[in-house]
């Protein structure tokens, strides 16, 4: 994120968060393909991880209004801590063949859970959705913008 001294949070928000959200959206369509491995989805995990935490640190900037969004981030995040998860068992018992399969069909089911919860995260116009509520933010975002602009 590019942050411009020149403005306040609230226009920094504005201006980069839609950009950011694009580019996750991007992300998670590349994720939710069915073509990734789970390395490949833990990866996106982190990239999950990042975009919330940027949310949150804008959360007195939108307010509560925001509190719906994180949660959703969160949900993903803890279906692709699971396959993380899945997955570090896997590494760790390459010898148990009937631990391995076991492991193996809950990661298969998990994955799946993943891309179900993201063809509901994007579906509708949810990009649309959320860049436009992060370009034009709360009624507090907004009077922050207009008190710059005119400097009171």
Known sequence: MKWKSSENAAQNARRVLPKLAKKYFEAGREAA??????????????????????????RPVYGASLDRRLQALRELQNTLGKISDYQTILDMVPGDKQVAAKV????????KDFRREWKAFDSNGQLKQWTTYLERGTLRVRSQVRKAKTGA
């Open 33 to 58: 393909n069915g073509k990734r491995s789970s390395k490949a989805l833990h990866r996106f995990r982190i990239v999950t991880k990042q975009f919330r935490y940027a949310l949150e640190l804008f």
């Open 104 to 111: 193996e069909s809950a990661l298969k089911r998990k994955s």
